[in-house]
């Protein structure tokens, strides 16, 4: 069991390189046992089709994503210091040499079209990553109309930093998020005395 899970990791690991570096439809599973050294034939029985290993790759790229990200908001306890940990997360994700944008939105482009399965996983990881933001706005006590506001500035972040090279844009998402959670602030009802 420990030798299957073991050529299972080994192929999963190859497979995200390889389908984050160059892009899913350019990879084979030839490329896949080359680079993992699990022979194809095992390789088919871990995965039984390619859609099946692009599939698992996603799952453990959400799970893996979004631990990275709580794990670093976690590290803060003031409710705007947590939301704007996001950005710096982001920030701090750009920088890897190797970053190419959001693997959902770009494997959602290359097979979103032609699997309903991969293009439900982009929509589920997607609307993890807002329901994630949703509950620190909530925590924060502002608006919930702020959720889709740095959802969006977040997702612009993460696409134009994979288009322009550079980590900039998470520098800038981050600068609106903090000044339109100032604006909520200053624009948030009193709270009424209490009326004894």
């Given at each position: 069991?420990?030798?299957?899970?073991?050529?299972?990791?080994?192929?999963?690991?190859?497979?995200?390189?390889?389908?984050?570096?160059?892009?899913?439809?350019?990879?084979?599973?030839?490329?896949?046992?080359?680079?993992?050294?699990?022979?194809?034939?095992?390789?088919?029985?871990?995965?039984?089709?390619?859609?099946?290993?692009?599939?698992?790759?996603?799952?453990?790229?959400?799970?893996?994503?979004?631990?990275?990200?709580?794990r670093h908001v976690d590290a803060y306890t003031a409710p705007d210091d947590r939301l704007?940990?996001?950005?710096?997360?982001?920030?701090?994700?750009?920088?890897?040499?190797?970053?190419?944008?959001?693997?959902?939105?770009?494997?959602?482009?290359?097979?979103?079209?032609?699997?309903?399965?991969?293009?439900?996983?982009?929509?589920?990881?997607?609307?993890?990553?807002?329901?994630?933001?949703?509950?620190?706005?909530?925590?924060?006590?502002?608006?919930?109309?702020?959720?889709?506001?740095?959802?969006?500035?977040?997702?612009?972040?993460?696409?134009?930093?994979?288009?322009?090279?550079?980590?900039?844009?998470?520098?800038?998402?981050?600068?609106?998020?903090?000044?339109?959670?100032r604006a909520h602030r200053q624009h948030a009802p009193a709270v009424p005395d209490s009326?004894?």
């Amino acid at each position: 069991m420990a030798e299957h899970e073991a050529a299972r990791e080994q192929a999963l690991d190859a497979a995200e390189r390889l389908f984050y570096g160059r892009g899913v439809q350019a990879v084979g599973m030839d490329a896949v046992r080359d680079a993992s050294g699990v022979s194809l034939k095992r390789l088919y029985r871990l995965f039984p089709s390619k859609e099946a290993l692009v599939l698992q790759f996603l799952r453990r790229r959400d799970e893996r994503w979004r631990q990275a990200l709580a794990r670093h908001v976690d590290a803060y306890t003031a409710p705007d210091d947590r939301l704007l940990a996001v950005f710096d997360r982001l920030h701090t994700w750009f920088c890897e040499p190797d970053y190419r944008g959001c693997a959902f939105v770009n494997s959602f482009g290359e097979l979103g079209g032609v699997s309903a399965e991969v293009a439900d996983q982009a929509r589920r990881h997607k609307q993890a990553f807002r329901d994630y933001l949703a509950a620190l706005v909530e925590d924060s006590g502002l608006p919930a109309e702020l959720t889709d506001q740095l959802f969006l500035l977040a997702e612009g972040a993460i696409t134009t930093a994979a288009i322009t090279g550079t980590a900039a844009p998470a520098l800038h998402a981050r600068t609106a998020a903090r000044l339109l959670v100032r604006a909520h602030r200053q624009h948030a009802p009193a709270v009424p005395d209490s009326v004894p």
